[in-house]
């Protein structure tokens, strides 16, 4: 190694030390800010501007956090208390942007990570949108549609001080669907007594976009679709193992479906289901089904159709295929996971969620050198078509789906362009987890250089 490599690899550790210092126990966050420094840093190192401006510590401290109590009655009559937040991280090229959250898992340390990354998504679709994310650790599970209104009402009354179409435009995320930014966006609505674009994902009779619920399955297929023309091959007759069976999994696979290729399993936190005979359009349909309207479990699959296996209490990476696409939730993919994938024969891992390899299972996958996906430019479309919508609002006029689908898939090869800049080798050899972290970097390193000190 070099002196000059050593001192790299010295830069990275005390600034991440610093980091766990700061921010005591906040591992995810933790994580999400070491992948970042370690492809962002030599970059640095090597442009004085940005080592001058100290630019890596004010872009790993958030603007602000918003902490709040949520109150509301259960079916019961109970009184129920929950915490929510709003992490507004960065809004040097847009208002803040990004999902809201409910889950008992939520933690200020998993909105941070959320928050830190979304900010260079947001930079890499190229619209004009800062970084935020927000959530509870409220569980919708099991709750009755009025328990999740008055949740979600009583969430908004103090949200709604803090969030508008030029400040901060929240968005849903896992336990967030149509129905709870519904009950969210009513109450804004009611409490601002305008009619304005304040949150993404509403429906389509007020407000929002065709292709949005699609549209982050859609944009990880269309982004794995470059990274094998690349190499001069296609989706046609590959295999894919997905995790997951909500909003990003489901409209993965739907998207892989039309593309030509097998989709062997789908998940969720029971376990997993593997269908040898390959998931097609009709049975699809039926998980669609099950799961947005019925609500119900991914292992009543294997009664509906008697071929598959369910395998409770596990994650589908042991399954062989082509492609693999963990779609369910972080650190769902560890580094024996990543090993037994290419043990099987992986060609390629693209993160439909986000963060969902372990620091340790990116390293050896970028050793190795799969065609791998890091969830800041693969899962970005989602984060696009809200922002697609946004535009429609303030125009007050609204697309078709061909005309958004279009655009989504100019931002996902637009992505793919960036990440190609900032992450191809002289032996043309990719690095996206390089390309993505560096090409979002810029964007809003020298927009904050711009302000000056602030
Ligand atoms: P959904 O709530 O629609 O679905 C989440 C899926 O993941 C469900 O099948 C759920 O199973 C499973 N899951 C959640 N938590 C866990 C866990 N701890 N262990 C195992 N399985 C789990 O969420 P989305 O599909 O919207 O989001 C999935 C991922 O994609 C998240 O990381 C999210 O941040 C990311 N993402 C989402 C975007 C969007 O547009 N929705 C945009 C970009 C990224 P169960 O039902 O049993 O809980």
């Known amino acids: 190694m070099s002196i000059v490599a050593v001192d790299v690899q010295g830069q990275i550790d005390r600034f991440n030390a610093g980091i766990q210092e700061r921010n005591p126990a906040e591992y995810e966050f933790h994580q999400a800010v070491q992948e970042f420094t370690e492809m962002v840093m ?99 599970k099991g709750k009755s549609d009025r328990e999740v209104m008055r949740f979600c009402q009583s969430l908004m009354t103090e949200l709604s001080r803090h969030i508008g179409e030029d400040t901060d435009v929240p968005a849903g995320d896992i336990g967030v669907g149509t129905r709870e930014i519904s009950y969210l966006f009513g109450q804004y609505k009611r409490l601002q007594n305008r009619f304005a674009g304040a949150l993404t994902g509403k429906g389509l009779a007020f407000g929002g976009s065709l292709i949005r619920t699609e549209a982050t399955g859609y944009g990880v297929v269309y ?114 996971d990543a090993k037994l994938l290419i043990t099987n024969g992986i060609q390629l891992v693209a993160e439909g969620a986000n963060m969902p390899s372990t620091l340790e299972a990116v390293h050896y996958m970028r050793k190795v050198g799969i065609l791998f996906a890091p969830g800041k430019a693969a899962n970005a479309g989602g984060v696009a078509v809200s922002g697609l919508e946004q535009s429609q609002n303030a125009l007050r006029l609204p697309w078709t789906r061909k005309d958004v689908d279009r655009r989504l898939q100019d931002i996902m090869a637009h992505i793919h362009q960036q990440c190609v800049e900032y992450g191809e080798d002289k032996d043309r050899h990719m690095d996206y987890v390089r390309g993505a972290n560096i090409a979002g970097f810029v964007k809003v390193a020298d927009a904050m250089l711009a302000y000056g000190i602030a």
């Open 42 to 140: 030599p970059y640095v190192l090597s442009h004085q501007k940005y080592s001058d401006a100290h630019i890596l510590e004010r872009m790993t401290e958030p603007d602000r956090i918003v902490i709040f109590r949520v109150c509301w009655e259960n079916d019961e009559g109970t009184i129920c208390c929950n915490r929510a937040w709003r992490v507004q991280f960065n809004n040097a090229i847009g208002p803040y942007k990004g999902g809201m959250r409910f889950h008992p898992s939520v933690t200020q340390s998993v909105l941070k990570f959320l928050g830190f990354e979304q900010v260079y998504k947001n930079a890499l679709t190229g619209l004009p949108m800062g970084g935020a994310k927000g959530g509870s650790n409220f569980n919708p």
């Open 223 to 336: 982004f794995s679709k470059h990274m094998l023309e690349r190499r001069c091959e296609s989706l046609f007759d590959k295999t894919a193992i997905i995790s997951g069976s909500g909003n990003v999994a489901l409209y993965c696979a739907e998207k892989l479906l039309q593309e030509g290729a097998k989709v062997f399993t789908l998940s969720d936190s029971s376990g997993f289901i593997h269908d040898p005979d390959g998931i097609d359009q009709n049975k699809l349909a039926w998980i669609m089904t099950l799961k947005t309207e019925r609500r119900g479990r991914i292992n009543e699959y294997v009664k509906q159709y008697p071929t598959a296996i369910f395998y409770p209490g596990q994650r589908p990476w042991s399954i062989k295929a082509d492609l693999a696409f963990p779609c369910a939730t972080q650190n769902e993919l560890d580094e024996a």
